[in-house]
């Protein structure tokens, strides 16, 4: 498929005009809100063409995609993240290089990100994924454990808990999708309201291009946005 500049330009300011809309529909202003585009399969001259029309955060989902688009991202006003599942063994490969790790779940794979970034010398901040839906076979942790969870991290050096990430079920109408990201939102505030030492609550990631609108305005302040910003994707 040809992607066209003009079509990533029309959508970038279409998604910033309805995340504006959300954003004052839900009581906040439009800087409250950060918006990220998955680039997932997109090449890097589209990037950086989103990036020069002001976007300014960008996630990958894979380690190897990452890695060999790593060099070409014009990254100067732009934070990198990773925001799908990251196997342990890859953790040395992205630490220092990404901004935010958006999908720790385990013990595990905390205790590797805060091995690495010992070693290196660097603090890597993360948010932990929640599986809101109780998917079997989704990442996540389950609301049930997330606390246990949180409390086992803290004590890790050079890793920093900045807030929660989801990715709900796909449903059929906007009641269902709108009650998962109303639940993610109060289980955010009542992380918050425990004030555990070492965890700020600052970020709560949800939405995605078909559903960002619904996550605003239930409370996200970070949404992740892909085709609706570069077109279908294409898996060569
Ligand atoms: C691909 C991806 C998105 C964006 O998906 P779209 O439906 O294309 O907006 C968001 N979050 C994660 C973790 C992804 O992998």
Excluded: W
């Excluded at 920093?160 to 939102?185: A, E, H, Q, V, W």
């Amino acid at each position: 498929m040809e992607r066209s500049l003009a079509d990533i330009e029309y959508n970038y300011k279409y998604i910033n005009e309805k995340i504006a809309e959300a954003a004052i529909r839900s009581g906040r202003k439009r800087e409250d809100i950060t918006f990220l585009s998955a680039t997932k399969t997109v090449e890097p001259e589209y990037i950086n063409y989103a990036i020069s029309l002001g976007l300014d955060h960008i996630g990958e989902n894979r380690v190897q995609e990452l890695l060999s688009k790593y060099d070409e991202y014009n990254l100067d006003n732009c934070s990198l993240q990773f925001i799908g599942h990251l196997q342990s063994n890859k953790v040395r490969q992205i630490v220092g290089k990404v901004d935010l790790i958006q999908s720790v779940d385990s013990v595990k794979l905390a205790s590797e990100i805060s091995r690495v970034s010992t070693n290196k010398n660097l603090t890597t901040d993360v948010l932990i994924e929640v599986n809101i839906g109780g998917e079997e076979n989704k990442s996540g942790v389950s609301p049930q454990n997330l606390e246990n969870l949180i409390e086992q991290i803290i004590d890790l050096p050079s890793i920093n808990i900045k807030g929660l990430m989801t990715i709900p079920p796909i449903c059929d109408n906007s009641d269902k999708i709108r009650k998962y990201f109303y639940d993610m939102r109060n289980i955010f505030l009542d992380i918050s309201a425990k004030n555990i030492d070492n965890v700020s609550m600052d970020i709560l990631s949800m939405g995605m291009s078909s559903d960002y609108y619904e996550a605003i305005l239930e409370g996200a302040n970070m949404v992740r946005i892909g085709s609706a910003l570069f077109g279908n994707r294409v898996y060569k």
